[in-house]
């Protein structure tokens, strides 16, 4: 729980100063999570490759297509367009409201849960639902700097959020024989994050262009050194967040997503100078306070 408030709030920042306006502002951030997503693929494959016993390598290797395609592909693709669409908001939104409004992700774990019938709505859940949809309202509408464009990918990336937790613990829960580590999980789940990462930016993007603009390859170091980087706090943040999915339930998650969060949002005001007022301050507290309550 610790490694993945750590690491996440490290990635969060980098995230933020290298795609930002006013900051770094790289052009690409699809292409270079992609980047990131490789990263995790290629790590997860040589430490199977070198510790298969210790790591439960050959429940991956065993599966037959279908079984890899019905887990591998759905938990891929949304993983991919939850964190391709955060980034591409934290261009225009500061860290502070990007955090705020990604804690309403329990609204949608709660409704995807019920879609995959995990967990029935009650009138208890339908008024969690309101306090936190209420304490949304006061964050988005006490916000200093509010961009539309920004706030639409961030509150797409949060129903995507809610379905990617879901999803990835509904499938892996459902596995048996269980797999043993999250390396694995991560050798599972990286190749379609990866590619449908790496095709969303080719369709949106086109990063070709950089290719052409750059007349040695000196010039793209930079970009594949911030790769790098990034997707070094992305591979332990990805492997403390599988392991919490491999063994804790839904509910720890959204208390541990809480203390998170707050850790991000004192990141984004120490750090980027993020401005924060009565009603905004409200909203979130209520926010936290509806998780903290379902």
């Known amino acids: 729980m610790l490694g993945w408030f750590v690491f996440s709030a490290f990635l969060s920042t980098y995230n933020k100063y290298v795609f930002g306006d006013g900051h770094m502002h790289f052009p690409y951030p699809l292409l270079l999570t992609s980047i990131h997503f490789s990263i995790q693929w290629g790590f997860a494959y040589i430490a199977c490759a070198l510790f298969p016993q210790q790591l439960g390598t050959e429940r991956v290797a065993n599966m ?12 891929g693709m949304v993983t991919a367009l939850d964190i391709g669409l955060s980034n591409l908001s934290l261009v225009t939104i500061t860290l502070t409201f990007y955090t705020m409004v990604k ?18 709505i009650t009138w208890k859940l339908i008024g969690v639902i ?6 949304e309202f006061l964050t988005v509408y006490g916000e200093v700097d509010f961009v539309v464009h ?45 590619w449908s990462m790496f095709l969303l930016s080719m369709v949106i993007e086109k990063p070709w262009v950089i ?66 007022n009565i009603l905004n301050t409200t909203g979130v507290c209520i926010v936290f306070s509806g998780v903290i309550l379902y």
């Open 64 to 75: 037959t297509w279908k079984e890899w395609a019905t887990i591998s592909i759905p938990c």
């Open 211 to 276: 290719l052409k603009k750059s007349e040695n390859i000196k010039e793209l170091a930079p970009v594949f050194l911030l790769g790098l980087v990034g997707g070094a706090f992305a591979v332990f943040m990805i492997l403390c967040e599988f392991y919490l999915i491999l063994r804790a339930n839904a509910i720890i998650l959204m208390i541990g997503g809480v203390v998170k969060e707050l850790t991000t949002i004192i990141l984004g005001v120490s750090i980027f100078g993020d401005k924060l």
């Open 130 to 135: 309101i306090v936190i949809a209420a304490g």
């Open 150 to 194: 920004g706030f639409v990918l961030c509150s797409l990336a949060s129903v995507l959020s809610g379905a990617r937790w879901t999803l990835v613990q509904l499938k892996l829960k459902q596995l048996d024989p269980p797999l043993q580590s999250t390396v694995v999980t991560m050798k599972l789940l990286a190749p379609s994050m990866f």
């Open 103 to 120: 804690s309403s992700t329990p609204i949608f774990v709660l409704f995807w849960a019920y879609v995959f019938k995990i967990e029935p």
